[in-house]
């Protein structure tokens, strides 16, 4: 079945560089994906979305790239901080009818100082 | 403030028995959503509601049960009938037309 998937389980990164976390995704009818960080023993917040008919899209300190070639998603995040350690999660919204989104399994961000 | 209350945060259930997690939210929301999570694997969905009185079973809807009486709340019942119910529980909502989930701060449920 369709799925969306993370390459990396662990990202270790020291305070102040950029982090890339990735995403694959399976389900070409998808068009809307975001990104999600969960802190320890907390819910999901938002954190970036992005439209099938966009590229590239930026926030404060982050940007998400969309690929649609080779199903790809990444999500970098700049001058990485250590309130920044936690897990990501890509989510796709599967290109169907209702609202449900398809999450990845995480990515667990550690910024070591 | 707006948002999603989850409660209570922790919560422990003998083996046999059915347990009531909580979900409010004062969003205006129409769509609810009941997520499970364990370590290492993504958030899966459990049932979803997009109106009142209507529901829908998720990926992993055995040993669940839930109802969708006011708009606000949507409750979630972990039966004994689940066999592994040792999880974090996560609900969220969203807006009809709208991608984006808020979610709640989760509900840690622990068979003892």
């Known amino acids: 079945g369709e799925s969306v998937g993370l390459h990396l389980p662990t990202l270790s990164v020291q305070e102040g560089d950029n982090s890339i976390i990735n995403c694959a995704y399976s389900?070409?009818?998808?068009?809307?994906f975001i990104w999600y960080k969960q802190e320890s023993g907390k819910g999901p917040q938002f954190i970036i979305d992005i439209r099938s008919n966009m590229d590239k899209r930026q926030g404060q300190r982050v940007t998400v790239l969309l690929n649609k070639t080779v199903k790809h998603l990444s999500l970098q995040i700049a001058a990485t901080q250590p309130g920044d350690s936690a897990v990501y999660f890509c989510a796709e919204n599967g290109g169907g009818g209702g609202n449900k989104l398809t999450f990845g399994t995480g990515t667990q961000l550690k910024v070591e100082l | 403030d707006g948002g999603i209350t989850q409660s209570p945060k922790y919560l422990f259930r003998k083996e046999g028995q059915n347990v009531t997690l909580s979900c409010e939210q004062n969003?205006?929301?129409?769509?609810m959503y009941w997520y499970r999570q364990d370590p290492g694997q993504g958030l899966r969905l459990i049932y979803y509601?997009?109106?009142?009185?209507?529901?829908q079973k998720g990926d992993i809807a055995e040993g669940y049960s839930v109802s969708r009486e006011k708009k606000e709340s949507f409750p979630l019942t972990v039966t004994s009938a689940q066999k592994n119910p040792t999880a974090f529980y996560l609900c969220?909502?969203?807006?009809?037309?709208?991608?984006?989930?808020?979610f709640g701060s989760g509900t840690r449920l622990t068979v003892v």
């Open positions: 389900n070409s009818a998808s068009d809307y």
């Open positions: 969220a909502s969203n807006q009809q037309g709208a991608w984006g989930y808020t």
């Open positions: 969003l205006n929301h129409d769509a």
């Open positions: 509601s997009q109106i009142v009185n209507d529901f």
